[in-house]
């Protein structure tokens, strides 16, 4: 049974960084994506990232500010962001999806306001 476990959220003033972590055993054999959703709002997707790490996709609300990157030897995908905006507040977390099963972390709260 795969299990993602997601860390590094917190409060963040706007202009500021965080950087996601998403591990999980045999992580490195999988697409990775990253999804948020904000209390009232829809799940939405932030960004995924290849087997290899070679590929990724950012929808344009964080394109340019935030970075998704994976560490395969740790079995672990990174979600680097910058330039935070009140907007960006929301539970993050990782999300494996295959015909056999799709699996999610319990979420990291990320809030940035000053």
């Known amino acids: 049974q795969l299990q993602l476990v997601e860390s590094g959220g917190g409060l963040v003033q706007p202009g500021g960084s965080l950087r996601l972590s998403c591990a999980a055993s045999?992580?490195?054999?999988?697409?990775i994506g990253w999804f948020r959703q904000a209390p009232g709002k829809e799940r939405e997707g932030v960004s995924c990232?290849?087997?290899?790490?070679?590929?990724?996709n950012y929808p344009d609300s964080v394109k340019g500010r935030f970075t998704i990157s994976r560490d395969n030897a740790k079995n672990t995908v990174y979600l680097q962001m910058n330039s935070l905006k009140p907007e960006d507040t929301a539970v993050y977390s990782c999300?494996?999806?295959?015909?056999?099963?799709?699996?999610w972390g319990q979420g990291t709260q990320v809030t940035v306001s000053s």
């Open positions: 045999g992580l490195d054999h999988y697409i």
């Open positions: 999300n494996l999806n295959q015909a056999w099963g799709d699996y």
């Open positions: 990232i290849s087997i290899s790490g070679d590929s990724t």
